[in-house]
């Protein structure tokens, strides 16, 4: 039976697979709306051509100003923190992410909120000048919400992971007088 360590050591080795894997899809996909194409291979801006339209998926076809706000803030606020928690939760045990982990689980389940909503409740019409791009059934709508929602899943339990775990709460030290 797998112990308290067990389980903590298990969900640690989790999070920094997440946080290790995150690394090469931010680069490589993410980073291509944000970064100038010149700096991509044909084939990877290939691979992101065919899955904005295979999935349907707007934010990537035509990404509105809002959506490269969030992934600038991807660039600059999440991208530092990949290496920095990739080692801490593979090396386990480091009760000083607890902090920044927490921030970082909320700043990204911020973001994805209006993400999935938009994928949920946006109206892609022509009409709304979606020139056919978008999610035209609540299929392909929930496809899209499935994509995203590890993004906003993971964070979510590595919240409560931060705040519940005996392990990474603080204790006050008392000076001695």
Known sequence: MLG????????????GLFFLFHIPFTLLLDMQVM?????YPLELRNV???YAKEFKDPLLQDPPTWFKSFLYCELVFQLPFFPVATYAFFKGGCKWIRTPAIIYSVHVMSLLIPILSTFLF???SEANGFKGQGPKTFH???TLVSIYAPYFL???MLF????RSPYYKYEEKRKKK
Request: zero cysteines; charged letters at 30%.
């Open 35 to 39: 970064l100038p194409h010149e700096l």
């Open 154 to 156: 993971i964070p979510l």
């Open 122 to 124: 946006e109206d892609f």
């Open 140 to 142: 392909e709508r929930l």
């Open 160 to 163: 409560f992971f931060m705040l």
């Open 4 to 15: 308290t360590r067990g389980v903590r050591r298990g969900l640690e080795w989790l999070l």
């Open 48 to 50: 992101l051509k065919w």
